[in-house]
């Protein structure tokens, strides 16, 4: 048909006008038929119906339109048949209700199968067109009214369900299989049945439970057991779900234990006294400092609480380690406390709670803030180095030694005066390479590299040119010696040649130096400037040593090594039996301190006194008298005579190292304020103090009234001015 017109002629089909008669008793006779089929499938007689011929049956009452009668028939009809189930189950006595109870539900749930299978095509056609729920949907529904929200089996099914589980936490074995059919019949009614029915009240139930035990062991428990009985019970909860209950419960009693046992005892847990995260932390209980973790990882600001413990004990023990004044008296020992503590809770974080690096961060923040409260602690990270770099020091391998190194350089990344740290390692360094003491070059260079790594080339350049000077020096006093052809008669000598600014050379005297001593040094002095243009030498006869061989009075021969100091002392005696201490000092214009340390060594020091000393006193008058020790005898051919020194600074020491130091500084934070001012032309006085610190933190941290003064000086200088309307702003001079 087009364009509105009537198509005209073919032929034409016309309804059937022939009136079907039904008989009118067709539904009555029908249903009668389902109804008895019914009746039987609930009473297990199933197996003598022909269920083709009841679903043809069911089928033509749809047909016929006859759906709604028979859904309403069919809701009639099972609801009849699940009273009398209620009947039953609400006369079940005692352990057999819920027994009763599972049996009808299973007898309901095959009846509903066969039942749908029978109304398949109402199923599938009457209901969704008229929006009715599904028949096995239905008989749900009908289970739920009729049964499980009776007002005589709701109250009780709960309270069976909820004392069960009761008896199980106290330790009784229930039928798990049937809380497991239970609890699924519920789910299967509808998660708002599982969840109003059973859920909402069994969590209630549970806070209550888990408050009552906790305020009954939090008073007789130590923390480590009261944890243990925590960790129990929520092992024991999800399992519980995990057999009988809704995945998603879990979740929820996690929850409720967690606030119950551990949220609401927090701090009383983690405070506890003799038993608590801080004697945790000093026994080293591993497992129990886990379970915590573990355990308050669940609680809001839990592991928070425990960081802050933790730091604030770190603090503490530190803050008496590094001021107790008789750990002060072994910087190697001093040190060696520190890496131990260090280790000992790198392994607890990293065992205990899990590598956390909010925990390591909270770690690194308290040492530096306890390192730092002892102001000699750079000295003592320097000393302990030494002491590990120095030959015939506790023999260990290189592997070990690395390891150590390691550990020493996450010290000094705690350090805020590096600079002062440098200032000692240099110092030290000097003593060891000149010395011939260093263990390891390889081990030297190692520990340069790490510094280098950690704070820039500039760091370590002088200390690099030390080794230069030292492969330098080797070369020239070959050269001389291969040069210089009349020096048979002579001491044979071995000059080290230090680049000044490289070392940590002070201006010191020249003392007067043996004849035989001065005549080859003089001819060196010649053969390197000869060959050096434009340069200077001056002998820092403080520095050096030497090998002299001695024949005593009762026929003993030595060779002793000793300072150069002690071997200008020992030379005298060539020509003079005994010397008074004046006499010595005039002769060897070796200063009044080295000289009184250099006699003690050679005279006091047991197993190595070369000299009487007259009176046999420790301290050293100008009148005191000394003698070569004619008795002077020793297992060893080589006797190594050492200075008798302290192996930390002297006060005066201490305060001159501290200012020197701190006038090295002033250039550096001269070079950052200028630095600054250059990048950004104008900036007020808070914000140059705040880049200023934050440029130079890596080095050391420089002193608010410092760079104060050092800003006037610029604008003394005329590198900056104070703006004209405000003063606290400084302008960029170019």
């Known amino acids: ?65 006859f759906g709604p009668k028979l859904y309403e028939k069919l809701t009639e009809n099972m609801k009849g048949h699940l009273e009398e189930m209620r009947t039953c189950v609400e006369a079940a006595q005692g352990g057999l209700f819920l027994e009763e109870l599972e049996r009808k539900w299973n007898d309901h749930n095959k009846a509903l199968t066969m039942i749908r299978d029978i109304l398949m095509y109402m199923d599938r056609t009457y209901i969704p067109t008229n929006k009715k729920t599904p028949v096995f949907d239905l008989g749900l529904e009908l289970w739920r009214d009729t049964i499980v929200r009776s007002p005589m089996i709701q109250g009780r099914l ?41 859920e909402r009240p069994f969590l209630e139930v549970s806070a209550s439970f888990y408050s009552g035990e906790s305020q009954q062991f939090i008073d007789c428990y130590s923390c480590g057991d009261y944890l243990k009985l925590a960790e129990r019970r929520l092992s024991e909860e999800s399992e519980r779900v995990s057999q009988y209950m809704d995945v998603k419960t879990n979740e929820k009693i996690t929850a409720v234990v967690v606030k119950e046992m551990l949220a609401n005892h927090m701090q009383r847990l983690i405070l506890m006294e003799n038993s608590g995260l801080v004697n945790m932390l000093m026994e080293d209980r591993y497992e129990d400092l886990t379970r915590m973790y573990t355990l308050f990882n669940h609680v809001p600001d839990g592991l928070t609480t425990i960081r802050s413990v933790m730091m604030s004990h770190i603090k503490d023990t530190g803050k008496s380690l590094v001021t107790d004044p008789e750990r002060l008296k072994d910087p190697v020992d001093f040190v060696q406390r520190l890496l131990n503590e260090k280790d000992k809770y790198d392994n607890i974080i990293n065992v205990s709670f899990n ?83 260093t263990a390891s070059d390889d081990s030297e260079r190692s520990m340069l590299v790490k510094l280098k790594t950690e704070c820039g080339y500039q760091f370590t350049s002088k200390l690099e040119g030390m080794f230069t000077d030292l492969k330098t020096s080797q070369d020239t006093t070959q050269g001389f010696y291969a040069s210089t052809s009349d020096l048979a008669d002579y001491p044979t000598i071995s000059v080290q040649i230090l680049t000044t ?118 301290d050293i008058a100008d009148n005191d008298s000394f003698c070569v020790n004619d008795k002077f005898t020793s297992k060893l051919f080589k006797v190594k005579i050492g200075t008798v020194a302290a192996q930390k600074e002297t006060d005066p020491e201490k305060l001159e190292t501290r200012q020197r130091v701190e006038e090295d500084r002033k250039p550096q934070i001269e070079a950052a304020i200028v630095r600054i001012m250059k990048s950004r032309r104008v900036l007020d006085h808070n914000s140059i103090m705040t880049e200023v610190t934050k440029q130079l933190q890596p080095r050391f941290l420089p002193n608010p009234v410092v760079i104060k003064k050092r800003i006037e000086s610029l604008i003394e200088r005329e590198f900056l001015e104070r703006d004209k309307t405000d003063r606290k702003m400084y302008r960029y001079l170019a």
């Open 1 to 65: 048909m087009m364009n509105g017109q009537k198509k005209r002629g073919g032929p034409k089909i016309e309804p059937f006008r022939h009136k079907v008669e039904t008989d009118p008793k067709f539904f009555d006779k029908s249903w009668r038929k389902l109804h008895d089929a019914i009746r039987e499938i609930y009473n297990h007689n199933a197996s003598g119906l022909s269920f083709e011929e009841l679903y043809r049956t069911a089928y033509n009452m749809v047909l016929h339109k």
């Open 501 to 618: 600014g490289s070392w940590p050379t002070q201006t010191c005297n020249t003392c007067n130096l043996p004849p035989e001593i001065v005549a080859v040094s003089e001819k060196f002095r010649a053969y390197y400037l000869g060959t050096h243009n434009g340069r200077r030498l001056t002998w820092q006869t403080n520095m050096g040593n030497a090998d002299i061989k001695a024949t005593f009075g009762n026929g003993s021969k030595h060779e002793l090594n000793v300072s150069t100091y002690q071997m200008c002392v020992l030379m005298l005696f060539n020509s003079s039996d005994v010397l008074t201490y004046r006499e010595i000092e005039q002769s060897t214009a070796i200063p009044a301190v080295d000289l009184k340390r250099c006699l003690q060594s050679l005279a006091l020091v047991k197993g190595k006194q070369v000299l009487r000393k007259e009176p046999m006193s420790r």
């Open 355 to 437: 590598s956390d690096k909010s925990f390591l961060n909270a770690l690194n923040s308290s040492f530096e803030h306890f390192i730092n409260l002892n102001n000699r602690s750079p000295e003592f990270i320097s000393l302990f180095v030494d002491d590990k770099l120095r030959k015939g020091v506790k023999e260990a391998n290189e592997e070990d030694l690395e390891t150590v190194l390691d550990k020493v350089m996450m010290l000094f990344r705690y350090l805020q005066e590096k600079d002062l740290f440098e200032k000692y390692y240099k110092q030290h360094l000097a003593k060891r390479l000149l010395s011939g003491k």
């Open 158 to 198: 709960l309270d069976t369900l909820l004392e069960l589980i009761h008896r199980e936490r106290t330790g009784e074995v229930i039928n798990r299989c049937l809380m497991r059919t239970t609890t699924k019949m519920l789910m299967n009614l509808g998660s708002s049945v599982y969840q109003d029915d059973f």
